[in-house]
């Protein structure tokens, strides 16, 4: 490796078993490699076997080593001694512990430490380095698109490491051994801060196939497979869609949805459109069953001004008022007529299910919730709503919970099996004809949808995700909802890894005693979590 004589290394005595020392500093010397028996400003590469920093500093007798040093662990040394050469540190071999991110040489003060679960870190919505995010989220987009679901997942990591950095990286070496930053990701970084930019993602963005699996992606209903076979089909637009029938009776109905109502679903939705879509949900819901608590989650609640759809929420105070809301609710907002098309779920948020999830994998955000994902109509002259209301139902929820609601949940939780037995029957009758209804509703061929969404009508699709969640699992409910996916993810490995417990949207759950941690707000799921609380804007990994 010609980057042999950039490597000036340090191996700190400290710790180590003595004759072991020895030897590997004999053999360095033997082997030519530049092992220097001092640290000064020449080192770039720290090797030891402390663990803490105050330690490393200690032992350095400098406090602040304010310099861009690689702290790397004794095993990296043995095996650049076995291989005769200094080279490059695999993750495992890279000291996590230590602010490793400096703002600059001679600053010194800025210091990012990047914790190993993107859930302890903050990671706000804009970054202060755009340009390295975008390069490598179009990696793993790129990734994801030819199925490498371990390089989708190794540059989305990155890149949620670089946005969680608060400052404006000028040189390689201030992110060089950062966590989950592999030599790849690096190599993009370098190529951005040295040339401008990475020609291995100007030729994916410059790639048409990349472009048209964007754009297929996008279409409601298509996943990368169907893209994929469309393309290999020389199917390029969305009209080609249209006019080519011979690949009409390949299209399911969401995906014929999809594409003849593409231009409606396709524009962002703002977040006081989303509350207005929430407040009519509302409305109807005075109706059928009073004092409803509905929040606004997915990436508005991340501090997102728009979205692909509105994520809402919807409890009641009191446990077990909440079983069988669902059908009634598209029941009446379908005789309104702002029912498009929607799969409805229900039944299966019950402790059978949930135990079921102990062999899912660890980071899956499979839940159980009623709920009913569909496309609702809305009509155009809808008034937007300012976004200062979303939050007000949660602290009266929050509040709700600490006081009397707590006991009537209790009384709830206990009455709860009964009465759930007794309207069980009912609630499922409801349920089946219901879902009878909205299924006749979405009956319409391709031909028809295609005529409606072109006529000009009074109303927008809009994508609605509906959640309905018992009162004590709501703020779990709430975190997984507010997402994203990939600080989710995050919590979930952590919370099985490090606490051994199971983490989904239903609650926090040691899955052999069959007990699970109560929340009365989203900073308990944190204190249940044992971690430092992290606001819904800064959990944008
Ligand atoms: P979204 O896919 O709506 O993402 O899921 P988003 O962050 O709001 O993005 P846009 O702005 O709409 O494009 C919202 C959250 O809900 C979780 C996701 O993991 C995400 O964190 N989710 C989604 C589930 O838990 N289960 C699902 O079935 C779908
Ligand atoms: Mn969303």
Known sequence: MSEQTSYVVYFLPQK?????????????????????????????????????????????????????VTVLKSEWLSRCLKEGKFSDPINSEVLQIRPVALESQDSGKKEAIVKEYACMRKTPLKSKNPDIVSALETLSENAFFHDDEARRLAFQKAAGVIKSLNFKIKNINQVKGLHDVGKHSLEVIKDIIEEGSSIEVENIINDPWFHQMKAFQSIYGVGPSKAKKWIAQNVFTIDDLIERTDLHSSFDHRMELGISFYKDLNTQVTKQH???????????????????????????????????????????????????????????????????????????????????????????????????????????????????????DLIQLEQNSLTETSIETKKGRLSKKRSFVQTLDNNEDFARDTKKKLASNSKMSFEQLLALSSKDKQWVARRVDIIVVPVSQFFYALVGWTGNKWFNRSLRLYSQRVLGLKLTSHGLFDLNRGTSLPANSEHQVFDNLKLEYIEPTDRNC
């Open 16 to 68: 180590i078993q003595k004759r072991r020392y020895e030897v590997m500093i004999a053999s360095a010397k033997k082997k030519g490699l530049n092992l220097v028996s001092s640290f000064s400003d020449r080192v770039t590469h720290l090797v030891t076997d402390l663990d803490k920093w105050e330690n490393i500093e200690k032992a350095l007798q400098e406090k602040n080593t304010n310099r861009d």
């Open 274 to 392: 989303a509350l207005a879509i929430k407040n009519l949900i509302q409305q109807h819901l005075e109706e059928i069953l009073p004092g409803c608590i509905l929040v606004l989650a997915g990436g508005f609640r991340r501090g997102k001004a728009s979205g692909h759809d509105a994520d809402i929420l919807l409890t009641h105070p009191i446990e077990g008022k909440e079983i069988g809301l669902l059908p009634k609710l598209l029941n009446l907002l379908s005789d309104s007529g702002l029912v498009l098309h929607g799969t409805m779920e229900t039944g299966h948020n019950n402790p059978q299910t949930i135990m079921k999830d102990k062999g899912k994998p660890l980071a899956s955000n499979v839940d159980h919730f009623d709920k009913w994902i569909g496309i609702m109509k809305i009509d155009k002259n809808l008034k937007d709503l300012d976004s200062s209301d979303n939050e007000n």
